[in-house]
């Protein structure tokens, strides 16, 4: 089920929490002693950077699978620390990436070290609205070059989920995975909170790993018959075909689905009902243009309908689709007011060439 951990950050016996919370999420993905500590250095370094510079905020740890999709890879988990603040923001984020930058009292590591010893990191910081920094942490320290591996295909996927009022487990789960020139990103939304609401969208999850070649309506249909014992989900399913450069969707529930193609956003229409309770008899699917500077949002009904896509999205295939998905939700809250409901949102873009630096 999707557990998280989540951490205020508002004072300096927080980050002692943010570290603890580091090697449980380790411990729990079952990563070796070596990565459990880096996981530990790179959250107790974000959190006192948050502190420093940002007068507080949040980390966020989530257990996730890797960020291209490759056959083979859909068990591996990776912990995945966010650093969320609504402070000043960066104006020179190169400059904080440099070796020398670091804070007062804090273990002098800096934001450079975070991403030399982080397998994937991610950075975006508006001045006025605040950063947002992203590590992961794989089971091996080169864990993109571990074992054969197709072509990797020239998209990605990350998103940010984070529970209601701080809670374990949240109702929301996101996974991508691949099936030859099939990338299939899906977004669930268990009926209610906690625990239940967590199966019920880990059961979706799970069809979708199971038989991840069949398209969105038929998955919707298997999902449906699994789910008929859970409390039901809201469920998006998105299914890029790399060769045809077309993406298909569909949907049930609640779940929002916003597609960029060039400067044009357009939203992906849902069926109503629930899947595992009230299936529509017709599940129409949707197929739309999949072009270098496509990006396909998904999100939960915990963020807003009217979420601006703000200035994270600008250049996708420069920031990590992670980076890109808690920057919206950064956006559409603020200290005052957190997310209303658990919030997942999932993000499928360009890949760049080379890995982020």
């Known amino acids: 089920m999707p557990r998280v951990w989540e951490v ?9 929490d943010a570290r603890v919370a580091a090697r449980e999420a380790a411990r729990h993905a079952g990563l070796a002693d070596d990565r459990v500590a880096t996981a530990e250095l790179v959250a107790t370094e974000l959190a006192t950077n948050l502190l420093k510079h940002a007068g507080g905020g949040r980390v966020l740890l989530d257990l996730v ?20 603040d609504h402070g000043p923001g960066m104006p020179d984020t190169a400059a904080a990436l440099r070796d020398g930058y670091s804070t007062a009292a804090s273990l002098g590591a800096g934001l450079g070290t975070c991403l030399r010893i982080a397998d994937d990191f991610g950075l975006h910081s508006t ?32 998103g940010v989920n984070m529970p209601l009022a701080g809670g374990e487990f949240s109702g ?12 299939t990103l899906l977004l669930a939304d268990g009926l209610g909170h906690g625990p239940q609401a967590a199966r019920a969208s880990s059961a979706a999850v799970a069809v979708l790993r199971s038989v991840p070649h069949l398209p969105p309506a038929e998955l919707l249909r298997r999902m449906h018959t699994v789910l008929r014992d859970t409390r039901g989900a809201a469920v998006a399913v998105a299914q890029l075909d790399l060769g045809a450069g077309r993406l298909h969707f569909a949907g049930v529930g609640n779940v929002g689905a916003r597609l960029r193609d060039g400067d044009h956003w ?6 109503p009902g629930i899947v595992g309770a009230h299936l529509p008899a017709r599940l129409p699917q949707h197929q739309e243009r999949w072009t270098r500077d496509s990006l396909l949002v998904l999100h939960s ?3 807003p309908s ?4 703000g200035p994270a999205v600008e250049t996708p ?26 919030t997942a949102v999932a993000v499928l873009g360009p890949r760049p060439p080379d890995r982020l630096s």
């Not at 205020?8 to 002692?16: E, L, M, W």
């Not at 009217?306 to 896509?309: L, T």
């Not at 990590?320 to 005052?336: E, H, L, M, Q, Y």
């Open 8 to 16: 205020p950050v508002h004072d300096s016996t927080r980050v002692r």
């Open 65 to 84: 699978g890797p960020p291209v999709p490759a056959h083979g890879d859909e068990r591996i988990l990776l912990v995945q620390i966010m650093a969320i």
């Open 127 to 158: 001045p006025g609205r605040g950063t947002t920094v992203m590590a992961r942490i794989a089971p091996h320290r080169d864990h993109d070059s571990a074992g054969p591996r197709s072509e990797p295909p020239p998209v990605r996927a990350g």
């Open 172 to 183: 929301d789960a996101w996974a991508c995975v691949r099936a030859a020139d099939r990338v």
């Open 266 to 271: 357009q939203g992906l229409v849902s069926c």
């Open 301 to 303: 009904d915990g963020l």
């Open 306 to 309: 009217r979420w601006s896509p």
């Open 317 to 342: 295939s420069s920031l990590d689709p992670a980076v890109i998905a808690a920057s919206i939700v950064r956006d559409a809250s603020s200290p005052a007011r957190p997310v209303r409901d658990d």
